[in-house]
C-alpha cells in the first residue's frame, strides 16, 4: 500500500512568554529540524519519535512510504499564524503530489493552539480529510498530553496516544498505528469511535505513569485493546492526560476508544472514565517552596544518588524559557554543597564564560534574562569549570538516539554549586546533558532539573527522593492560581477543586 506520512508537533502553553514562529519548527532542538522529500523517510532512523517508529513498522510490513513534511518546535506559547499555514501548505501540497495513496499517517501532538485556531491539529485533519476524501484511512498518533477535540477524532479514522510518561513509548506509539493502519487494509471493520471528557485537569507532575494512580490507569487502558465487550471487538483506546495549562474550551483529560460496534466503543470509554473519575482525589500531589525544598534537601543529602528537585514551572518542554533562578538562588543562599542545576538557558553567558576560558572567574548577570517570571538574574562572581559544543548524542530511555545541539555549553561553579548554562533551550531528561560536560550525576548531593516528569526515565533510578519544586515559571503547577478565561463551564481547575465559571 502507498501511505504518505507527515508530522506537525507543538505542544502549547497559552499561559508561557513566547510564541513558536516559523523558525521554530524549521530549526533542530533536542529533535530535527524540519524535515521534507526522501530524507524525511531516514532523518529519524533510531530515535524514539512517534514518525520513527512508524516508518519501521510500515516498511517492514511491505508498505511504500510517501514522504509529506514533518517538523517540531519546543512547547511555548501560540504557534503563530504564519508558522502554522506555511506548514498546512508544504503538507497539503505534498499530499497533491503523492498522486495515489492509500492512506495518510501524521505525527502529531495533540494540544497546539495557534493565533488564529484553538485546535490546531483538528483543522489539519479537516483539510487532509477534505483532501483525501472519506475512504481514505488518516490515522494519527497523538502525545499522552493531547487536549482531544471532537473534530479531531470526527476528521481522523483512529487517534493512538502514548502510553508513559516519561515518554519511553512515543516510537512504540508510531508502531501500534501502522499495525492498525495494517488490520484496516486487511479488513478491520470500519470502527466505531466514542470519545468522554473527564471534568477535572490533571497537573503534568501528577500524570506520571510510574506512579499511581496513573500506573494503574494505564494498564487497565492497554487491557481493553482486543477484548470483547457486548458483541464488539475493542481495536484500540487512549487516555490522554491532557495538557492544562491551554486556556481552550477542551482542555482536559480525554479518553478515545474505537471497536467494531458502537456499544462496544462506548462501554471501553465508560470504564476508563470512571476509572480515572474514581481516582481524581489520587491526582493530587504535595508542592515545595524553593526554600523548603533546597533546606530539606541540604539536611538529607549523602551517599547513595542525588535528591532530585523538579523545577517544573520553568520547564522548557512545557513551555517554559528554562532561565528562571529561583531554586538556584536558595542553593547559592542556603550554601549548598555538591549540587548541580541543568540546563539554564542563557546564551549570553555562556558565550562569556567561553571568551573568558576555562578557569577564569568572571561577572555575570546569570538567567532571569527572558521576562516573564518577576525576578532578577543572580549578579555575582562565578568561575568557569569547564565549556563545550553542546553536541553529544543522548543515550537515555526518553530522548536516547537524538543528536542534542544545546549550542556553545558552559559549567558555573560558586561553591559547593555548579550550572550547566546552555545557549539553546532544554529540558534536562537526560544523564547526557551533563556528563558531556563531565558532571557524574549518581555522584551528586543534590540534582535541580528543568524539568516536570521526563527526567525520571533516566534521572529517577539515581534519585534517593523527587520534589516538586513551586518556583517562577509559566507551567504553573497549582492551576489555581492560572487566570483561565476560554474553559468549558464546570470544569474543576485542579483536581477536587473549584468548578471553572467563566
Ligand atoms: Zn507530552
Redo the contacts with the bound molecule.
Keep these: 500500500m502507498r501511505i504518505a506520512v507527515g508530522g506537525f508537533q507543538h505542544?502549547t502553553n497559552t499561559f508561557a512568554p513566547s510564541k513558536a514562529p516559523w523558525a521554530a519548527f524549521e530549526q533542530a532542538d533536542s529533535w530535527p529540524g524540519l524535515q521534507k522529500g526522501p530524507h524525511l523517510l531516514t532523518a529519524f532512523k533510531g530515535m524514539n519519535i512517534p514518525i520513527a517508529g512508524f516508518i519501521d513498522e510500515a516498511e517492514a510490513r511491505g508498505h511504500t512510504l510517501l514522504p509529506l513534511v514533518w517538523c517540531s518546535a519546543t512547547p511555548s506559547a501560540h504557534v503563530t499564524e504564519e508558522a502554522y499555514e506555511r506548514v498546512a501548505e508544504i503538507l497539503l501540497d505534498a499530499l497533491g503530489y503523492a498522486g495515489e495513496i492509500d492512506a495518510v499517517y501524521l505525527d502529531l501532538h495533540g494540544a497546539m493552539v495557534t493565533e488564529h485556531l484553538e485546535d490546531g491539529e483538528g483543522e489539519l485533519l479537516k483539510r487532509v480529510r477534505a483532501a483525501v476524501g472519506p475512504k481514505i484511512p488518516v490515522v494519527a498518533s497523538l502525545?499522552?498530553?493531547a487536549n482531544v477535540t471532537a473534530e479531531m477524532v470526527e476528521y481522523s479514522d483512529v487517534l493512538i496516544a502514548y502510553r508513559t510518561?516519561p515518554?519511553v513509548d512515543m516510537a512504540e506509539t508510531g508502531a501500534r498505528a501502522a499495525a492498525h493502519l495494517d488490520a484496516m487494509f486487511a479488513g478491520l471493520p470500519r470502527q466505531a469511535k466514542a470519545m468522554r471528557k473527564i471534568d477535572y485537569l490533571i497537573p503534568l507532575t501528577a500524570q506520571c505513569t510510574l506512579v499511581e494512580p496513573s500506573a494503574s490507569i494505564y494498564r487497565d487502558v492497554a487491557a481493553l485493546e482486543g477484548a470483547i465487550l457486548g458483541n464488539g471487538r475493542v481495536s484500540t483506546v487512549s487516555f490522554a492526560g491532557g495538557f492544562a495549562p491551554a486556556d481552550i474550551k477542551d482542555c482536559s483529560p480525554t479518553i478515545i476508544a474505537y471497536a467494531d460496534t458502537e456499544v462496544a466503543a462506548n462501554e471501553a470509554a465508560e470504564r476508563i472514565a470512571k476509572k480515572v473519575n474514581d481516582s481524581e482525589s489520587a491526582f493530587r500531589e504535595k508542592l515545595w517552596s524553593a526554600p523548603d525544598a533546597v533546606a530539606h534537601a541540604i539536611a538529607n543529602a549523602g551517599e547513595g544518588g542525588p535528591i532530585i528537585l523538579a523545577d517544573t514551572q520553568d520547564n522548557p518542554g512545557a513551555g517554559g524559557n528554562g532561565d528562571t533562578v529561583g531554586i538556584l538562588r536558595e542553593l547559592i543562599v542556603q550554601n549548598a554543597q555538591s549540587a548541580v542545576l541543568g540546563v539554564l538557558f542563557d546564551p549570553e553567558s555562556a558565550k562569556a564564560a567561553a571568551e573568558a576560558g576555562e578557569g577564569a572567574r568572571i561577572r555575570l548577570r546569570l538567567g532571569a534574562k527572558t521576562g516573564g517570571a518577576d525576578e532578577e538574574p543572580i549578579d555575582d562572581e562565578f568561575e568557569v569549570a569547564r565549556i563545550s559544543d553542546g553536541e553529544f548524542l543522548a543515550t537515555g530511555p526518553f530522548y536516547g538516539g537524538s543528536r542534542m545541539s544545546l549550542g556553545t555549553t558552559a559549567r558555573l561553579r560558586k561553591g559547593g554549586v555548579e550550572i550547566v548554562v546552555a545557549s539553546r533551550k532544554a529540558q534536562c531528561a537526560d544523564q547526557e546533558m551533563l556528563k558531556h560536560i563531565g558532571i557524574e550525576p549518581a555522584k551528586l548531593g543534590i540534582l535541580v532539573v528543568k524539568s516536570s516528569v521526563h527526567f525520571r526515565a533516566d534521572f529517577g533510578p539515581l534519585a534517593r527522593e523527587v520534589l516538586v519544586v513551586e518556583s517562577p515559571g509559566p507551567n504553573t503547577a497549582d492551576l489555581s492560581k492560572l487566570h483561565y478565561k476560554h474553559l468549558r463551564n464546570g470544569v474543576r481547575v485542579m483536581p477536587l477543586g473549584k468548578p471553572y465559571t467563566g
Design positions: 505542544e502525545d499522552l498530553h510518561y515518554h
